[in-house]
DNA sequence: AGCGCCCAAAAAGTATACTAAAATCTGATC
DNA sequence: GATCAGATTTTAGTATACTTTTTGGGCGCT
């Protein structure tokens, strides 16, 4: 009777959770829990845990899943890979967005503008994953935008915590109100300067906040 | 007593087959099959597959796993990738060759230059392997290397097609050549500048040959 | 109290069995 | 001869039970 098997309900519940950063740090994910829980078997949970693990969203340890723990040297390497790839990203999807994408834009960065006085961290992040989930939409090749998403669900930690830094929030909305004009202007070799900028920028806040320690 | 679980040998087993081309492109992959012909039960081979899939290296089908069937839309979207990681990657790879790793590539382009006249495929397709995994360990960054292994394992059916066209083995071999000099000369801007004209031939090659047709 | 050893609990790994869905085959009907 | 319905087979998906490995804790020893 399941159109979907359990295995990818389950996946594609756990995937959000991570994205949204509902899973805690300290969480351990074990198979036959959520199995009691959901009233399944193991198998399907357990499959759908090791499926999240090989595509990095989870690590596995001999006692339960939990979220991968980054070093600071991994941070800075999926760093590198973000300069190489999202100014070309966003460069071919300033060319392929269509009006309700940059709508949905428009409204993220003014929520995003509002939590500035407000100092509402989770709505700013929501607001930062629909912006950046808007362009990343947009980019026209399929492979480009899964790589990604994939190092993306892993920095999550490392976002949540700068983005809780005051001069790293207003860089962040300073860089999306740039990036839209770009957008609104089609622009696309703007939009690729300044996701570089963008990026160099959120590598020195990192560097900033955590000298040396490690990465969470 | 087994030190690996028999998921893991079977992943790593298929995992060379793929890597090496042994796997034929009809060819399907039944869990049950393998099972039996290995004496275990489904569910390590189930998994193992399933990684492999996970991973892009095979793709799951409603009858049994094969090799993915990729288009030409894909494949065009893997160069661009290639375009935008490989010269980055070459370029710090060049500065953390050791000599253990540069006398293993001047081997494999001495290999290679012997299959120009003996026409010997896949002595240069193996020697080609040797060449690529020996810059390839030497990246730094973890993540890169990572990355650009996810993908080349997908595009070897394609490489393999190319690698018959007498016109693109000898491209290959004297951009193997070229980019071993840089590499000897500890010259990374070399090596990157290198690298990113060998990646437009490569495109160019597949262009050629695949004109408009299915990657298979 | 400190140290190690052994045992029990927890979780991963594997085996087996059953269920569901999809593809192929078969034969009847037009 | 083509086509379609149903049966059969094949394979994926799930459930359950058993085994192995790892870990943490208790217990006795010094």
Redesign the interface.
């Known amino acids: 009777m399941p159109r979907k098997s359990h295995r990818r309900r389950i996946y594609e519940d756990y995937l959000g959770r991570i994205q949204r950063g509902e899973i805690g740090r300290q969480e351990r994910l074990v198979d036959t829990a959520i199995a009691a829980e959901l009233g399944v078997s193991r198998m399907p949970v357990r ?1 759908a845990l ?2 999240l693990a ?2 990095g969203y989870l690590e596995g340890t001999t006692r339960g899943f939990t979220l991968p723990s980054l070093t600071h040297e ?1 941070v800075l ?2 760093f ?2 973000r300069r ?2 999202e100014p ?1 990203a966003v460069a071919t999807a300033t060319q392929a967005l269509d009006a309700g994408s940059l709508a949905a834009m428009r409204d993220a960065v003014r929520d995003a503008e509002s939590t500035l006085s407000s100092g509402d961290i989770m709505l700013f992040f929501r607001a930062s994953e629909v912006f950046r989930n808007a362009w990343l939409a947009a980019v026209p ?4 935008r899964q ?1 990604i998403q994939r ?1 993306l669900g892993q920095v999550q930690s490392v976002r949540m915590a700068t983005m809780r830094d005051r001069p790293t929030h207003e860089i962040i909305v300073e860089g999306q109100r740039q990036l839209l004009d770009a957008f609104h202007r089609r622009d696309a070799v703007a939009a690729a300067d300044r996701m570089l900028r963008f990026v160099l920028q959120a590598e020195e806040s990192y560097l900033r906040l955590a000298p040396e320690s490690a990465a969470r």
């Open positions: 499959e090791m499926q090989h595509e991994q390497e999926f590198e890979l190489l790839l070309r090749n399929r492979e480009l790589t190092y």
